[in-house]
T-cell receptor
């Protein structure tokens, strides 16, 4: 079965600093990988997705993630944090190996941005 | 397109009562998903529909939970004889059929259930 593990339930960075949120996946077949973001009192929205094309994926708001098969990782980065990036971020995996078309989510990482 | 709508946004009920949540997906989306999210956790898959057919149910979904999507449009999630452990945010999402497994989910704002 496929699964995702997000390392660190909370990450705190200063405004302008690099953001790095870690995600490792487990899959016996090439997965489809996603990052979703949840702002306070809002629904989850897609940040970016990997679907076996380019391994470096660019998303909204300056975020990007790199698929590394050898490390089974899909870490999310942003060069310079902004206060508005404070939110909860979820890594997710889907594909035929999840059993049909469901998407499995990690436990989430809450990002705090300090002024 | 108004996105995915969920109703009610908040529900407080007493243990043992039945509750029903409604989800209206994006009209062009033929797949509809229900997830449950508790504090500090990611969304947990409950069930999903393709059109009106319920194709998969999680083991998390006990006999007290039932979901329907009668005409392939809106869906309802009913919880019978609620328990305090059912307190959570119930999320609905929809997607279109596309590249196998590469569903991009559009989520509603959720329905928060509190069982007293």
């Amino acid at each position: 079965a496929q699964s995702v593990t997000q390392l660190g339930s909370h990450v705190s960075v200063s405004e302008g600093a690099l953001v790095l949120l870690r995600c490792n996946y487990s899959s016996s077949v090439p997965p489809y990988l996603f990052w979703y973001v949840q702002y306070p009192n809002q629904g989850l929205q897609l940040l970016l997705k990997y679907t076996s094309a380019a391994t470096l994926v660019k998303g909204i708001n300056g975020f990007e993630a790199e698929f590394k098969k050898s490390e089974t990782s899909f870490h999310l980065t942003k060069p310079s944090a902004h206060m508005s990036d404070a939110a909860e971020y979820f890594c997710a995996v889907s594909g035929l190996n999840t059993g049909g078309f469901k998407t499995i989510f990690g436990a989430g990482t809450r990002l705090f941005v300090k002024a | 397109d108004t996105g995915v709508s969920q109703d009610p946004r908040h529900k407080i009920t007493k243990r043992g009562q039945n509750v029903t949540f409604r989800c209206d997906p994006i009209s062009e989306h033929n797949r509809l998903y229900w997830y449950r999210q508790t504090l500090g956790q990611g969304p947990e898959f409950l069930t999903y529909f393709q059109n009106e057919a319920q194709l998969e149910k999680s083991r998390l979904l006990s006999d007290r939970f039932s979901a329907e999507r009668p005409k392939g449009s809106f869906s309802t999630l009913e919880i019978q004889r609620t328990e305090q452990g059912d307190s959570a945010m119930y999320l609905c999402a929809s997607s279109v059929s596309g590249l196998a497994g590469a569903n991009v989910l559009t989520f509603g704002a959720g329905s928060r259930l509190t069982v007293l």
